[in-house]
């Protein structure tokens, strides 16, 4: 035989032991991956000996199966293996699993097999944690996750101490105050599966309730309370749980709302927001508003927003928010307006927002004094001397409305003050640039006078200044 023949002979024989060993390998991984675990069915479930425990095994979960019947809690699978105990005495289990584990399920045999399982506790990769009584059997079924995994899953069984319930708890509101009924909500729970029987609540104000969940309490005074919880399982373990509810009772008022009760097209108006506050320095910010007309679904607008610190003090010595607002042609056509002031707390939760809202007195527009000159332009304008000349009502009573009728020889701006005995400007009026001639004018007061003699006073640029008297009654 040729050397070329010989290679070729060798060649052809290792391709054959290769087919041939590639077969076999086959054949062994296919009988393999056909074969569920042992403890695929519920009939044929793994003992695990409670009397040596720890115990430990890893299972090839690719094969496993599920039969009819199989119950699942935690989630579902197509793939599960079956465990069983029979405790000789009273004992704590906890269950751990690791590998392609997706949920496991602890159950007390009834005695009537698959359909007849009564489910305690179930979980993911654990720890599941359970009574096991004596005399009783538990079933523990293991499944993959969903669905039809390759790999192992791995389990251990071991006795532990009797685990603590977790007391947990919350309240609402957050942030409570004194006039708050505190809401308690429990969400304690046993890991190890028999449930919380009782709970009590110790509220840290010498007060206390037993409850089966959510009770409300009501603290008397602003201060920092330490609230404790404790539950207690049916099989006699307790937990406990602490946290600290600090109340704040933050609460402004508007005290007074001060708007004037007539005014005219282009008159401006001072309007006064008192705002009280008797707990805490606090950051307010007062919006005014006035009414719309046609509007049901929300009958105001805002003209104007301030924001400044308001101190803690006697609920007679209020903080005042000053507002200036000019009347404009709508307001007058409408012939009335209604503000409104809304106090809002910056930063904090008003505790009573029933009271930081006010709605002002009705104020009627006036026809008398809307337009700011006659329209009367004379001609012979030189012929005019500067002056008042009159002012009505006089006397006039309380805080009405003054009528000034003045003239003016040349052009310029002009503006009429109100004087007390004094020299004091209590009111004024700056009347714009006006030409020469007749012209009406209405001044209104910022501030209720006091009764006595008061000096009208008339200003132009150029001009120097006229004054008369007017009395005020009380």
């Not at 449930?195 to 603290?219: E, L, N």
């Not at 310029?412 to 003050?417: E, M, V």
Request: aromatic content about 10%; glycine content about 8%.
């Amino acid at each position: 035989m040729s050397q070329s023949q010989c290679r070729g002979s060798h060649v052809a024989r290792w391709i054959l032991e290769t087919v041939l060993a590639c077969v076999l390998l086959s054949a062994l991984v296919t009988a393999s991956r056909a074969a569920p675990p042992a403890n695929d069915q519920f009939a044929n479930a793994t003992t695990i000996n409670t009397n040596t425990l720890p115990f430990s095994q890893t299972t090839l979960i690719t094969e496993a199966t599920t039969e009819n019947g199989e119950y699942f809690y935690c989630s579902y699978s197509y793939q599960t293996i079956w465990y069983r105990m029979a405790p000789t005495t009273d004992m704590w289990l906890s269950i751990y699993g690791s590998g392609q584990l997706g949920e496991m399920t602890i159950f007390r045999d009834n005695g009537s097999g698959l359909g007849g399982l009564t489910q305690l506790g179930c979980t993911y990769q654990g720890p599941l944690t359970f009574l096991a009584h004596a005399g009783d059997a538990y079933y523990l079924q293991a499944g993959a996750y969903c669905c039809y995994v390759y790999g192992s899953i791995s389990l251990s069984v071991q006795q532990v101490a009797p685990p603590v319930p977790v007391a947990v708890f919350y309240v609402n509101p957050s942030d409570p105050s004194s006039y708050d009924y505190v809401q308690f909500y429990d969400q304690s729970y046993d890991p190890g599966q028999q449930g919380i029987a009782t709970r009590r609540y110790d509220f840290g104000d010498g007060t206390s309730t037993d409850s089966t969940c959510c009770p409300q309490h009501r603290f008397a005074a602003d201060g920092d309370y330490t609230v404790q919880l404790t539950v207690t399982t049916t099989d006699g373990r307790t937990g406990t749980a602490e946290r600290t509810v600090s109340v704040r009772t933050h609460d402004v008022a508007i005290r007074d709302f001060r708007t004037p009760q007539t005014a005219h097209v282009g008159q401006t108006k001072q309007i006064t927001v008192s705002v009280s506050n008797t707990r805490y320095p606090e950051m307010v910010r007062v919006e005014l508003l006035k009414g719309l007309p046609g509007s049901n679904y929300y009958p105001f607008e805002t003209i104007g927003t301030l924001t400044q610190f308001v101190q803690a003090r006697g609920i007679n010595r209020p903080t005042d928010f000053a507002f200036s607002y000019t009347l404009s042609p709508d307001d007058a056509k409408l012939g009335k307006l209604t503000f409104k002031a809304v106090a809002t707390l910056i930063g904090s939760r008003d505790a009573y927002i029933a009271d930081n809202e006010a709605l002002s007195p009705l104020l009627r527009m006036n026809s008398i004094g809307p337009v700011p000159y006659s329209g009367e332009v004379y001609v012979n304008a030189n012929e005019l001397e500067f002056g008042i000349l009159g002012v009505l009502p006089n006397p006039v009573h309380g805080g009405a409305d003054l009528a000034v009728r003045l003239a003016l020889a040349t052009e310029g701006a002009a503006s009429i003050q109100v004087l007390d005995i004094a020299g004091r400007v209590v009111t004024e009026r700056d009347l714009g640039v006006l030409p020469p001639g007749v012209h009406d004018a209405r001044v209104s007061w910022s501030r209720r006078p006091e009764a006595g003699i008061y000096w009208v006073r008339l200003v132009q640029a150029g001009q120097g200044s006229r004054v008369t008297r007017v009395a005020i009654l009380d």
